[in-house]
């Protein structure tokens, strides 16, 4: 069974940095997109950034030049840091995979528990 496990969130003051993590684990195949999307509530969940396997990375326009998106495929895991954080970052973020699971030929998509991000003074 795979399951996407986030860490790294928190209370930070503005200007500030945080740096998540999520770690996608269980029988998998291939890894073919990782990726963070964030949620405030009564809003839609919304795109942060991802990254393919090979590499290529897409940004929200409200993270970029602050926030880069990596990937560690060795250990199956994504990471967000995110610089000058400021109020409106505050939400619920979320890791998402695309993936192929042991022994099944389709990929599916699978997501984390999410991890709260709250910029306050």
């Known amino acids: 069974q795979v399951q996407l496990v986030e860490s790294g969130g928190g209370l930070v003051e503005p200007g500030g940095s945080l740096r998540l993590s999520c770690e996608a684990s269980g029988s998998i195949r291939r890894i073919n997109v990782m990726g963070w999307y964030r949620q405030v509530p009564g809003r839609e969940r919304e795109l942060v950034a991802t990254d393919t396997s090979g590499g290529s990375a897409h940004y929200a326009d409200s993270a970029k030049d602050r926030f880069t998106i990596s990937r560690d495929n060795a250990k199956n895991t994504v990471y967000l840091q995110m610089n000058s954080l400021k109020p409106e970052d505050t939400a619920v973020y979320f890791c998402?995979?695309?993936?192929?699971?042991?022994?099944?030929?389709?990929?599916?998509?699978?997501w984390g528990q999410g991890t709260q991000v709250t910029v306050s003074s």
């Open positions: 998402k995979a695309m993936l192929v699971p042991a022994g099944l030929t389709f990929e599916y998509t699978f």
